[in-house]
């Protein structure tokens, strides 16, 4: 396995030793005060706009009631939110024999390199991804595409460009979780494409998010300009382990006229997070975004990335799938304003519930006076594998014209048991079979997602189907 | 008489409480071609998803030895793993799978071995024109959509692949067209080519047969065999129906 990969495991071990002296484990306080926003922001180098964006962000944030609709959230001890946002960084350059069992399990079973494991669970650096970046950046850079981290790029030429859209269509009073992302964001990536530019090749954000501690507060901007295409992944099958285990992550994406973007996700936090993650999209005339969207991981999850549709024409296709397993409580879904004439949306989502995880598909559509001639189609099915689990569908419709075509379809199901059968009666296991048809049931999203993402996710799922029998 | 592969006794089976085989005594050699021929709702049906492993069915007496193992306990992917193959007479539906995708899981298991994608590839391809399939088949989603006819053709092509030691054919022939027919016939013939392949083909139509080599014929009626013979009895129940054994097998009840 490990020749697949070109590793330097030994080069720069200064790198480390630097990073084990960094240890610097700032106090643990009962609030989020100001001075700790003031730390945060003066170490990033903040221009002082956002400084003093993030302390309004974090006024916000002591303001907003926590959320009082979803899945159980009280395992977060908000009493000490600081812990999640200054987390003790001696335990985070944790030691690979510290990283949770079943993590490093299913590391193996994917067949991640002892290197690369290493890295994802945040414990070591991982130099080729550094490489394959640089040179990813280097290549679209020709094109005039700027792919870029997004606190550098405060300060670099884009700096009033990132300004006009930081946290305009996801504003800290969005909820208590925005207000926190807007107080302590850190990390994440820029990306600007130029009008009329057509990026090849797939970004991928797995590049930049495995440093220790980054990707739990991070920030994703991305404008499209007009009639430019690209397509955007985020995250990878390999579960990400945090010690501290919120992460309220924010993404704007901006897709100018007769643009596309799409954007693909799998998500796979480790089984302890809290992901209130916040993402949105907004499409002006004769645009599209494309979400592709894989949630796998997590304890609890909120997650409803959205489409404005502003412009006349734009329309939103939104592919997910959610499997929640034993402990999951995965609350999934999307939500579509339609804001002008003749938009289009459709949604197409799977939702699969094992050993008692918790799967609910969660939707809005909202269509205003203004989006005459407006069509909307929202179909979910919901595969349940035993009794223990449960599986929902919250659709919900605000349709404000009467010339609009919205339609909705919702399917819950088991995996008969003639099918397993007659794959059984092709030699496969059990196991094997019902991985299968799980797999097919959420071939919507596989076959969205470029080849290697779509033969992790089925490794993905056949890693959770393990032991599904019985 | 060749060395022995399958051997049945006194088999006795149903389903939801309600025996089907009243003891069914087979036995199939290897590189045989049998025929079990019997009326609707004989039990044809009932005998292949008990040899193949349906969960469906409650075995209640009797033993099946395969291949010199015992084959009642073993679960359904150890049979196939053995060299059992059941040609499903309604194939199921499986969405988001490719049938190329799916065949290339199977053979793996089968054989233990990855495959080689191009030498794979080309199998298929060679034996889709040889069922006269679409080569655009394989990228189809199993079963899905697929006519009664395709389906049918979809399981020769399966059979074909896994090269099993005991292909069961369940009424592959049935509602299918003269053309068809011959397609499907053409494949079991391809099949046959293996010496030391076997068949037992269940069919109430002696058109499939009829360019087949056959070793021996089973007429089975309410649950039991009543009579086996050579390749003159298809041609007898052509003629005359199943009506004299249906005769004797209510006299024997």
Redesign the interface.
């Known amino acids: 396995m490990s020749g697949e990969k070109t590793y330097v495991e030994d080069v720069d071990r200064a790198f480390y030793d630097f990073r084990n002296e960094e240890k610097d484990v700032y106090r643990v306080r009962s609030g989020l005060t100001e001075e700790i926003i003031r730390e945060i922001s003066r170490e990033k180098n903040d221009p002082d706009w956002m400084l003093q964006f993030r302390l309004r962000a974090l006024e916000l944030f002591h303001r907003i009631e926590m959320p009082d609709w979803g899945p159980d959230i009280s395992g977060l001890d908000m009493d000490n939110i600081v812990t999640y946002v200054r987390p003790d960084t001696a335990r985070m350059h944790t030691r690979w024999e510290d990283v949770p069992a079943e993590i490093r399990d299913t590391f193996e079973r994917l067949g991640i390199p002892q290197s690369e494991r290493e890295s994802l669970a945040g414990v070591g650096a991982q130099y080729d991804s550094e490489l394959v970046y640089h040179s990813v950046r280097e290549e679209v850079a020709g094109q005039g595409v700027v792919y870029t981290d997004l606190e550098s790029a405060l300060h670099g030429e884009y700096a009033d460009m990132i300004r006009q859209h930081f946290m305009k269509l996801v504003p800290p009073t969005d909820h208590k979780f925005a207000a926190l992302h807007g107080a302590v964001w850190s990390g994440g990536s820029f990306v600007y494409v130029p009008p009329g530019v057509t990026v090849e090749i797939p970004l991928q954000s797995y590049f930049r998010l495995n440093a220790p501690g980054a990707g739990q507060f991070e920030h994703t901007l991305i404008i499209v300009d007009k009639g430019a295409h690209l397509h955007f992944i985020e995250g990878c099958s390999a579960p990400k382990y945090n010690v501290a285990n919120l992460h309220a992550g924010c993404v704007e994406l901006f897709v100018g006229e007769d643009a596309v973007l799409r954007y693909s996700t799998i998500e796979n936090w480790s089984k302890n997070m809290y992901n209130l993650n916040t993402k949105r999209a907004r499409v002006e005339r004769g645009g599209k975004v494309e979400w592709v969207s894989g949630s796998f991981g997590s304890h609890v999850s909120y997650l409803y990335p959205m489409s404005i549709l502003e412009g006349r024409g734009a329309g939103c296709e939104f592919t997910g799938v959610t499997f929640a397993g034993a402990g999951q409580n995965l609350d999934t879904g999307c939500k579509i304003v339609h804001n002008a004439p003749e938009t289009t949306s459709y949604v197409n989502t799977r939702s699969i519930s094992k050993s008692g995880g918790i799967s609910t598909f969660r939707s809005a559509v909202v269509v205003t006076p203004k989006a005459e001639g407006a069509k909307a189609a929202v179909s979910c099915q919901s595969l349940m594998l035993d009794d223990q689990s449960r599986s929902d569908t919250i659709p919900a419709m605000d349709i404000r014209t009467s010339k609009a075509d919205v339609g909705h379809e919702a399917k819950i199901g088991r995996i008969?048991?003639?099918?397993v059968?007659?794959?059984?009666?092709?030699?496969?296991?059990?196991e094997?079979?019902k991985a299968?048809?799980v797999?097919?049931?959420?071939?919507?999203v596989s076959k969205e997602l470029p080849l290697e993402y779509a033969v992790e996710m089925n490794n993905l799922i056949r890693i959770e189907m393990k032991g599904a029998i019985g | 008489m060749a060395e022995q592969l399958l051997k049945v006794e006194g088999l006795t089976a149903g389903a939801a409480g309600k025996e089907i085989l009243h003891g069914i005594d087979l036995e199939i050699g290897r590189g045989e071609t049998h025929v079990l021929m019997g009326p609707n709702g004989a039990g044809k049906s009932t005998l292949a998803g008990v040899l193949?492993?349906?969960?469906?069915l409650e075995i209640t007496g009797g033993t099946a030895v395969f291949d010199g193992e015992d084959l009642l306990p073993l679960?359904?992917?150890a049979?196939?793993?053995k060299g059992?193959?059941?040609s499903?007479q309604n194939?199921?539906e499986?969405?988001?799978?490719s049938l190329e995708n799916?065949l290339r899981?199977?053979i793996e298991?089968?054989t233990g071995k990855r495959t080689r994608v191009w030498a794979f590839r080309k199998e298929v391809k060679a034996l889709l024109e040889h069922l006269q399939m679409d080569p655009g088949f394989a990228e189809r989603?199993?079963n899905v959509g697929f006519s009664g006819g395709e389906k049918k053709k979809a399981e020769m092509l399966?059979m074909l692949l896994?090269k099993p030691s005991l292909a069961i054919l369940d009424e592959t022939d049935s509602g299918l067209d003269v053309d068809a027919v011959r397609t499907v016939s053409k494949g079991v013939e391809e099949f046959q080519k293996d010496r030391s392949a076997s068949l037992l083909i269940i069919t109430h139509n002696a058109a499939i047969l009829s360019a087949l080599h056959v070793d021996a014929v089973h007429i089975l009626v309410d649950g039991k065999i009543v009579e086996t013979g050579g390749p003159e009895l298809i041609g007898r129940i052509g003629r005359e129906g199943f009506a004299g054994f249906e005769e004797r097998a209510e006299d024997a009840g």
């Open positions: 008969p048991q003639e099918a059968y007659y794959l059984m009666s092709r030699g496969l296991s059990e094997d079979a299968l048809i797999s097919g049931f959420a071939e919507n | 193949m492993g349906d969960p469906e679960a359904v992917d049979r196939a793993k059992m193959f059941l499903f194939p199921i499986v969405p988001g799978i799916f899981t199977a298991q089968r989603d199993l399966q896994l």
